[in-house]
């Protein structure tokens, strides 16, 4: 399969795994009005599905290193999501259902690293437009899921439409056992101790350590906003769910499709100027929300918070990726770890501010971009893949 047929495929495997738990942005608010939750609560479902889902970004992305028929990997994937939460539509309590929820998200996150990992390996010149490629079918998912699924709660209950988001993604594990034959096979190695080591003492000190609280920033503030604007538009502002639901995907939209693009331009002027600038829009915009405004004007300042998070995340893998150099599944299940796994307390955190005040909670949010910001102005990014080999054009490398 030509490498542009395979990243795009890999893309739209992106979009069938991520469509089921991103409608959740708009089933766990319906969760919580429908039991009576607080908003804390609803935080909380957030953070444990996707903390227990982070259980799974390093041992998949270890997998993605060192075992060859990463095809098979990536197939089981889909039935695992389909599986998981078609239970999870059956869960009879809170608890029962954050577990289940977690157990269904492992699937997904277990794709991230191993798909992400054949996408580095085989461009390594052009490593953050590949991801950002493949990040448009997560976004167009975080679009368009939230739009059915808040249309679908008009009519019938949230058990219903978690089911019947599992449809995507059983079409698609059917499709790729086709597609699983195709993927690139890399030598099967053992996981050495070493080499795990080795790995840990590259993000354990330094500089390191600055990209690490940068990254888990970045996505604390992503997932208060993500996890608290919807609850807070049904419930401060009165709007129905479908129209929570059409207001989140025109936020989601421009980011989505911007990534590829703001990728390949990372590329080629590097990875700073792109991260820090788009956690400082998004600091700003969150602090202009404290105010509480108009409804309309909230809306503009949560797009133009919202936009650039998305935008940026293809920039920050890369970066990731970059900084180590080696080991592409590994580092990408470390990074994957602490976007979702670390980053998703921030959902729990946004949820305890609103419980005080809204305004606390928008304050949180920017707290957080503003801090991703600061650190990556003092974070030294490691060499982008267009500047390699050193005789190279910078531009026709990121251009390639």
Not at 180 to 208: C, E, M, S, Y
């Amino acid at each position: 399969m030509k490498n542009r047929t395979l990243t795009i495929w890999l893309m739209l495997g992106h979009f069938a795994n991520d469509w089921p738990i991103t409608a959740l942005w708009l089933i766990v608010p319906a969760v919580g009005l429908s039991m009576g939750l607080s908003p804390v609560e609803v935080g909380l479902l957030f953070t444990i599905g996707n903390f227990g889902a982070a259980l799974a970004y390093l041992p998949a992305g270890i997998l993605a290193d060192h075992v060859s028929n990463r095809g098979r990997l990536l197939l089981a994937t889909f039935w695992w999501v389909s599986a998981g939460y078609l239970l999870a539509a059956t869960a009879s309590g809170f608890w029962s259902l954050a577990l289940l929820l977690a157990l269904a998200g492992m699937g997904d996150a277990a794709w991230h690293p191993i798909a992400t990992a054949v996408l580095t390996r085989e461009n390594k010149e052009r490593r953050a437009y590949v991801l950002g490629l493949h990040a448009v079918g997560g976004s167009m998912a975080e679009v368009l899921a939230p739009l059915a699924a808040g249309v679908l709660l008009a009519y019938v209950d949230w058990r219903t439409v978690l089911a019947l988001s599992t449809v995507p993604t059983m079409i698609m594990g059917i499709c790729f056992i086709w597609v699983a034959r195709t993927i690139p096979q890399v030598k099967k190695k053992r996981v050495k101790k070493h080499d795990f080591i080795h790995l840990l003492n590259i993000w354990r000190k330094g500089n390191g350590l600055r990209m690490v609280a940068m990254i888990c920033f970045y996505n604390m503030s992503l997932m208060a906003l993500f996890s608290m604007i919807p609850l807070y538009l049904a419930a401060q502002h009165g709007l129905e769910t479908w129209i929570v639901g059409l207001v989140i995907s025109g936020i989601l939209i421009f980011g989505a499709l911007a990534q590829p693009g703001i990728g390949k331009v990372s590329d080629v002027v590097g990875r700073k100027i792109i991260v820090v600038g788009g956690n400082l829009i998004a600091g700003l915009a969150c602090i202009a929300l404290v105010f509480q405004p108009s409804l309309w004007i909230m809306i503009l300042a949560m797009f133009v918070a919202i936009t650039p998070l998305v935008a940026i995340r293809a920039a920050v893998l890369a970066g990731a990726v970059d900084h180590s150099d080696r080991s592409e599944g590994a580092t990408l299940g470390l990074a994957f770890v602490l976007l979702d796994g670390i980053g998703a307390f921030g959902s729990l955190l946004a949820g305890a501010a609103a419980n005080i005040s809204w305004v606390y909670m928008f304050g949180l949010a920017a707290a957080f971009s503003m801090s991703a910001a600061a650190l990556g102005i003092f974070t030294v990014f490691g060499r982008t893949a267009g500047s390699t080999p050193r005789t190279q054009s910078p531009t026709k490398a990121g251009l390639s």
